[in-house]
Each structure stands twice: as structure tokens, then as C-alpha cells.
């Protein structure tokens, strides 16, 4: 169980954390917050519960039926050559058939497995929603500061429209629109403070610490050079696929008892009566008391029961295989989708980071023009408009390229 533990889900995370950390600049790092989160969030508190539960459920299967003690005492007491039998005491304990603890105790096992491989789950899930959310602040973080640079560009190109006014190149309804602009990007910017304080929320929610806590990421993020390659055959490793495997065998346990309680129950006990001496006689064994040894057999004639549950498990085996199949379909299709967006957001950043190099191509021939006093602040915001977008698009593919690349590790490590 602790190789199991070690390879669900500490591996995961450790994947999870080195794919991502040579990135970062500085804020807290994603793998600290993961580990917070899997301490604290109430969710995996309540799994690992369940999962305790199951492991104690195996220390219960080691228990013998109650022990049947009876007493009974004789209103009429019966009459026997050495005296008459005043009660009766007995006491008598079940014995399950041979093999029946260990049945029991597998079945106990294997249902905690299930549970573990369960938990593993919830653990890798909420690593990805962490890892997922925390990229989704980044780049609401990266968007504000992008916007505070064209704001200060706009700036800077207001106080050249003054200038050109001055002199009489430009008229004041170019400063005016450069002022609008600048009016534009402040409430973005404004907007994306609010959706980062939204964000942060969500996020601490899943860490279980107060909604309104301080969330530091990473300043900057960029496109690692070797694409990331994965293969579908990593999927049968996947606890989603594995949980299948520990059902199945739970079945199986469960099987193999079934077999054993369908076999006899033994019993032993023992009856004790006491006998009254008889008064007007003197002879051996007067008044002795009776103590009766006795072996009983428990055995199940009508089995119809044991039949039905055999068939119900030969059914749930093949629901389980079924189950499995249909899940790995969707892993491989997920995974399969999920390299497409890998891509996809690659070949969005390379395609912005064109053009966002002709658009300062442009814009420096916009400055020297300025040199020459013909330039157009139109064409200043139509370059600065494009420089933005493309800037955005930038982010916004680095954001998706590290989402998919968690979803990656999420389903092939």
C-alpha cells in the first residue's frame, strides 16, 4: 500500500511541480500551494476519512459471531435416578468455516485499496484545479501589467501630440483621442482586478483559507523550447483506470467469500444442569451435575442466496471491464484533444510574437517620421491597438499552453 501511495500521488505531484518551476521568477511557487491544498481542503479531509473507515473495516473482519449463552431454570423439575435437574446453563460459539477470516479480511483489503486509489484521484484533481487556476491568475496578473505599459506609451505619445500641437503638426483632437485611449486601458485594467479577485477566491476556496488571502504568482512565464511529446500508453497507469483494476479485484474477494460462507458453520458449546441430591437415598453419583459437551453444524440447504450473489458478481466484473474500457476511451480522446490545444497555443504565441515584432518595426518608423513632422496619431493608435492584442493573444497562449501542459501530467503521469 505505501509503494501504491508513493507512486499515485506524490509522483504525480513532483511531475507536476518540476514541469512548471524552472519558469518562475519569483512569487510562491505552485508546488507549495498544492501541498496547502491537500492538507486543508475539507473535500480530500472527507476522502481520507472515508478511506480510514475501509482500513478499519479490515481489523472488523476479524471478529467470530457473538458467543450464545443461555439459562433456563425448571418450574417442574424433571426426575433422574441420581436427582432432579434444578437449570440449565449453556454456552455455545459459531466457528466460521476454515478460510473465512482470510476471505474476509482480503474482501476488507481490497475495498480499501478502491477507496486509496480513490483519494489518489481526488488528490490529482485538485492539483490540477489548483495548477489550472493558478495560471489563469497569472495571466490576469501579466495582462494588467501589459496594460500598464501602454498606458505609459500612450503617455509618452500624448505628450508628442502636445508637442506637434505646439507647432501646429497635430491638432488637439489627436491629444484627445490619445487621452481617450489612455481612459480605455485604465478600465480594463480596472475589469481584470476584479476578475483576479474573483480568481483569488476560487482559489483559496480550494486551499480552505480565507477567500480574501493574498495570492502570489509568478511575474513571468515563457514557452519551453522542446515540445512536450506523451504517449497514450502512459494512460494504463492512470488511478482513473487503476480504481477499475482495485474494483474488479474487490468482486473477486468478494467472490471467494461468498464460496466460504456457502460452506458449513461449525459450532461448540457446552450445557451444564444441576442436579439436587436425593435425600432418602445414599448411593454413588447422588446430586451429580450433569455437564453435557456439544458440536453443532450450521448448514445452508436452501443456497439459492449464495447462487444469486455468485452471478451478481460475474456480472459486476463484466460492468467493471465495460466501465474501464469506456474510461480509457475518454482518457485517450482527452489527452489526444489536450496536445491539439498544446499546440494550438504554441503556434498562437510564435504567430503574436511575428507580429508583435512588426508592430514595433512600425511603430519605429512612426517615431521617425515625428523626427520629420509628419507623423499621424491615428496610425499611433492603430499600431499601439495591434501591439496590445497581439500582446494579450501572447498571454493568453502561455496561460492555455501551461494549462494543457497540467492536464498532460494529469493524465499520463
Not at 476488507?108 to 481526488?122: G, N, P, R
Not at 487621452?179 to 477566491?201: C, G, P, T, Y
Not at 502512459?234 to 474488479?248: G, I, T
Not at 460452506?263 to 453419583?285: C, H, K, S, W
Request: hydrophobic content about 35%.
Amino acid at each position: 500500500m505505501k509503494t501504491i501511495k508513493i507512486d499515485i500521488i506524490n509522483r504525480f505531484v513532483l511531475i507536476l511541480a518540476a514541469c512548471f518551476l524552472s519558469q518562475v521568477s519569483s512569487g510562491q511557487d505552485l508546488e507549495s500551494y498544492i501541498q496547502e491544498a491537500q492538507q486543508n481542503n475539507p473535500d480530500i479531509q472527507a476522502v481520507e476519512l472515508r478511506y480510514n473507515i475501509a482500513e478499519e473495516k479490515v481489523n472488523e473482519s476479524n471478529t467470530l459471531p457473538n458467543t450464545e449463552v443461555s439459562a433456563g431454570y425448571f418450574i417442574s423439575e424433571p426426575e433422574t435416578r441420581t436427582g432432579a435437574q434444578k437449570a440449565r446453563f449453556s454456552v455455545k460459539q459459531m466457528i466460521p468455516w476454515f478460510g473465512t477470516f482470510s476471505a474476509r479480511e482480503e474482501y476488507a483489503t481490497s475495498m480499501a485499496e478502491a477507496d486509496y486509489v480513490k483519494l489518489a484521484i481526488s488528490k490529482r484533481k485538485l492539483a490540477l484545479s489548483i495548477s489550472e487556476k493558478y495560471y489563469q491568475l497569472y495571466a490576469l496578473q501579466a495582462k494588467q501589467t501589459i496594460l500598464d505599459e501602454n498606458i505609459e506609451l500612450l503617455k509618452t505619445y500624448e505628450e508628442l501630440a502636445l508637442t506637434s500641437v505646439e507647432v501646429a503638426n497635430a491638432s488637439a483632437v489627436d491629444v484627445l483621442k490619445l487621452q481617450i485611449r489612455q481612459n480605455e486601458l485604465l478600465q480594463k485594467k480596472e475589469v481584470l482586478q476584479q476578475a483576479f479577485i474573483a480568481k483569488q477566491s476560487d482559489f483559496n476556496t480550494l486551499l480552505n483559507k480565507n477567500k480574501e488571502a493574498s495570492v502570489t504568482v509568478v511575474d513571468s512565464l515563457f514557452l519551453p523550447s522542446k515540445k512536450m511529446t506523451s504517449e497514450v500508453g502512459n494512460l494504463n497507469l492512470h488511478p482513473e483506470l487503476l480504481q477499475y483494476d482495485k474494483l474488479y479485484e474487490s468482486v473477486a474477494s468478494s467472490e471467494e467469500l461468498n464460496q466460504k460462507e456457502l460452506q458449513p458453520n461449525l459450532g461448540v458449546g457446552l450445557d451444564y444442569i444441576p442436579v439436587a441430591e436425593r435425600p432418602d437415598m445414599n448411593f454413588t453419583d447422588n446430586g451429580k451435575d450433569i455437564v453435557m459437551p456439544m458440536v453443532s453444524v450450521s448448514i445452508p440447504i436452501f443456497n439459492s442466496k449464495y447462487k444469486s450473489i455468485s452471478k451478481q458478481n460475474k456480472l459486476k466484473q463484466q460492468e467493471i471491464k465495460a466501465q474501464k474500457e469506456e474510461q480509457q476511451n475518454k482518457l485517450e480522446n482527452a489527452l489526444k484533444a489536450t496536445q491539439s490545444k498544446l499546440e494550438t497555443a504554441r503556434i498562437t504565441y510564435n504567430t503574436q510574437q511575428k507580429n508583435l515584432q512588426q508592430a514595433k518595426d512600425a511603430e519605429e518608423i512612426l517615431i521617425k517620421n515625428y523626427e520629420t513632422g509628419t507623423i499621424d496619431f491615428n496610425d499611433v493608435l492603430d499600431i499601439q491597438e495591434l501591439q496590445l492584442k497581439f500582446q494579450l493573444e501572447q498571454i493568453e497562449a502561455i496561460k492555455e499552453y501551461y494549462v494543457q501542459s497540467a492536464n498532460i501530467n494529469y493524465l499520463t503521469n
